[in-house]
């Protein structure tokens, strides 16, 4: 079955398109799409007021958490746009991630479906949708320019000391509580304190810091303070600072001093003071022109010297992780009698700052070690920079990706339908001849046998027509000493100053069973059984026999049609043998593998003595599982603790006893019966003389067996081992 997950987004990008593409609309939409075409909906994830243009994304992040978890194979959006509008987002998504994980992307209103086709419109749209978002940026960003021209008041909060005017939320009055606090500050700074002193003059006065007054004064406001919960709120050098140079006290209105890098780049950054939109006279005065002057003087005389007359590089960029505030230099004496340079918690260097309070911890790193960080960071950006010219503002880039983008598909399916013409002449495409065979010196797209590997892969239809099977000749190979065909090419391509080669493969069984079914043999060239899953990424994947492209009678063969055609019945009809025994042990049938499911399978060891292991480790090795070995004394002893605990439980109240057993059960045989489901299918398809065998192997998994599962495996034990379980004879 398939598992299919639907994606709803609405967001400001949106403009006034927002009630067709409303939450409500997307989620009646997608749904119907799925039960008209009969997807089941395994989860939906909605992003309700999220920008497209960002992929953080709480819902698209747990979207791709459950794909990377093999959850979906299925995503269903209202149209391409709602899966986001950052173009080298979305051609990542759709072209490398997607397509990796074998995940279907279906877009109802663009059309889009990748499991119908190359969907040649899709990096277009994806360029229309990320350029509308880019064209509605823009529109907000004019209106909003104009509205600060207009000496408009557009920022989220008001200052302290002021709040938005009631009837005009553009506009600003004055708030007398925090007026007060600034006028204050102000008057300190004019008497010649610097901005540490006076933060520290307003903590000692316990003076409501700005955080605190634009609480009272904006309670409808919800905030969200990166602040330390244990530390109690006092009053900073910065928060000081950023009063006393604000302008808009004096009247006048100031904006555009920040702005984000781009639509697409939410990073805030400081725009030029020169760009910066002033409009004086627009609100009141909170602080007469005069006195803003003074403290802006004072400011730039009362500057903390630097005794060590070291630049501080690093200054305002270093932050504490817990608590957030900025890490100080610090010099640490060293044995040789210089200082060391090192960084700081200004909050725990100072306890003033938390009042007193050890809140913090000290944080502190080396200089070097940082600039070691700084600079493996930057050498990282540059390589991907390098890598990747795009630029946030160069509106033709996104186009030229595209149209390299097609150009390198184009000729990826030029290059794949002229290989394909070869391959219907006949013509060998192969990197490396099959073993047996050697290319045409005079034409590389021909076999010709090659004397020294041929009698071996001949000696491989021979030896499996006289009845034996692939280990047992990968061990004959192996013992004269043969070389196996991986070792035979990687010494023609040795170069002759390299020595000797060493051996570095043995014949394997699967080595074998490859070349007993190779068709290439008979002399017919077999090829595209192989293709890679698009020009993007060199995934391979098998094709169905039915599209590969086979040429009869093209080159020499090494065995005969007759000898090859009676090797494939061989191999088909093969069955293992099993050796007969009296009976089988007591614990068959009854203990499967916890990772694949399959039964655990009895063996004997000289030395070891008697085990279980894994069926399909046994039988496929490794890459199908792992041995998952238990000794049957273990076993025994564990299976017998059980019984003996059941038993109890049974005497004590027989009706708990039983419900307790089947909870206990429950989950592990729920599981092995899914298991044995799949199976079933899997077989009924494929040998319906099965069937009846596989019914009466899954029956034995059904949680109602469980009873008699014990019943039989208690009288095994009793039978065989005589143990003295302790169970009462009326049991």
Not at 271 to 297: C, F, M, N, Y
Not at 379 to 405: T, V
Request: proline share 4%.
């Amino acid at each position: 079955m398939l598992h299919n997950k639907v994606v709803s987004r609405l967001s400001r990008d949106d403009g006034g398109d927002s009630e067709s593409n409303s939450i409500q609309t997307q989620r009646m939409m997608l749904q119907k799409y799925a039960k008209d075409h009969g997807f089941p909906i395994f989860s939906e994830y909605v992003d309700d007021g999220v920008s497209g243009t960002t992929f953080e994304r709480i819902g698209f992040q747990k979207m791709i958490e459950d794909i990377e978890e093999g959850k979906v194979s299925i995503v269903i959006c209202k149209d391409l746009s709602r899966l986001g509008r950052n173009n080298a987002m979305i051609s990542f998504y759709t072209e490398m991630f997607f397509p990796d994980r074998d995940i279907r992307l279906i877009a109802i209103g663009d059309g889009i479906d990748t499991a119908k086709g190359d969907n040649d419109i899709l990096p277009f749209k994806s360029v229309i949708n990320e350029y509308y978002a880019k064209d509605i940026s823009k529109k907000i960003r004019s209106a909003r320019k104009v509205q600060m021209q207009n000496g408009q008041y557009t920022a989220h909060v008001a200052p302290l000391g002021y709040i938005k005017d009631p009837q005009d939320r553009h506009k600003l009055v004055i708030e007398e509580q925090g007026a007060r606090v600034v006028r204050r500050i102000f008057e300190l700074a004019a008497s010649g304190l610097g901005t540490g002193k006076i933060a520290r003059q307003l903590n000692d006065e316990r003076i409501p810091t700005a955080r605190q007054h634009w609480e009272f004064a904006n309670p409808d406001v919800h905030w969200d303070w990166n602040y330390h919960p244990d530390i109690p709120a006092c009053w900073k050098s910065s928060t000081v600072r950023n009063i006393i140079t604000n302008r808009t006290y004096t009247g006048m209105f100031v904006g555009h001093k920040y702005t984000t890098k781009s639509f697409k780049n939410r990073k805030v950054v400081k725009v030029p003071e020169s760009e910066w939109i002033e409009v004086p006279g627009v609100h009141p005065v909170l602080i007469d022109e005069k006195t803003w002057e003074l403290a802006q003087r004072v400011l730039k005389i009362k500057q903390r010297a630097n005794n060590k007359k070291h630049e501080n590089i690093y200054v305002g960029f270093l932050k504490c992780s817990d608590c957030g505030t900025g890490l100080s230099l610090k010099y640490t004496p060293a044995a040789n009698g210089s200082h060391i340079r090192g960084f700081m918690c200004n909050r725990y260097r100072s306890p003033a700052l938390s009042n007193g309070l050890k809140i913090c911890s000290a944080h502190y790193v080396s200089e070097k070690v940082l600039e070691q960080a700084l600079l493996t960071s930057i050498r990282k950006f540059a390589e991907a920079a390098k890598a990747n010219a795009l630029h946030a503002n160069n509106d033709i880039a996104p186009f030229k990706n595209i149209l390299n983008d097609m150009y390198a598909k184009d000729i990826s399916v030029k290059s794949r339908t002229a290989l394909r013409t070869k391959a219907r002449k006949g013509e060998f495409l192969g990197a490396h001849a099959p073993y047996g065979y050697l290319r045409d010196p005079s034409n590389k797209n021909r076999l010709i046998i090659n004397p020294e590997t041929a009698p071996t892969a001949r000696r491989v239809f021979d030896l499996v027509i006289s009845g034996l099977g692939f280990t047992a000749i990968a061990k004959i190979f192996n013992a004269e000493g043969i070389m196996s065909p991986g070792d035979y090419a990687k010494q023609l391509r040795q170069k002759p100053n390299d020595g000797e080669y060493v051996r570095k493969y043995k014949w394997a069984k699967e080595t074998l069973c490859m070349l007993a079914r190779n068709q290439m043999y008979v002399g017919d060239m077999v090829q595209c059984r192989k293709r890679s899953e698009s020009y993007r990424t060199q995934k391979i994947q098998w094709n169905k026999k039915e599209d590969w492209i086979i040429v009869e009678g093209t080159h020499e063969g090494i065995v005969s049609r007759e000898i090859y055609d009676r090797v494939q019945r061989i191999i088909d009809g093969r069955t293992r043998i099993i050796k007969k025994k009296d009976e089988p042990h007591l614990f068959s049938g009854f203990f499967y593998c916890e990772n694949c499911g399959n039964r655990m399978a009895h063996h004997v060891r000289s030395g070891y003595g008697d085990y279980f292991s894994c069926g399909k480790y046994r039988a496929q090795g490794r890459q199908a599982c792992s041995s998952h070995h238990i000794k049957v004394d273990t076993l025994a002893g564990i299976v017998l603790a059980d019984i003996q605990e059941n038993v109890h439980l049974i005497e004590a109240d027989e009706e708990k006893a039983i419900r307790q057993l089947e909870a206990k059960k429950c989950a592990d045989e729920e599981k092995r019966l899914s298991t044995s489901a799949k199976e079933l299918a899997k077989q009924k398809s494929g040998n319906p003389k099965s069937t009846t065998e596989l019914k009466r192997c899954t029956r034995t998994m059904l949680p109602e067996n469980f009873p008699i599962i014990y019943s039989k495996l208690f009288c095994r034990i009793m039978k065989k081992k005589k143990w003295n379980c302790g169970i009462p004879s009326s049991v």
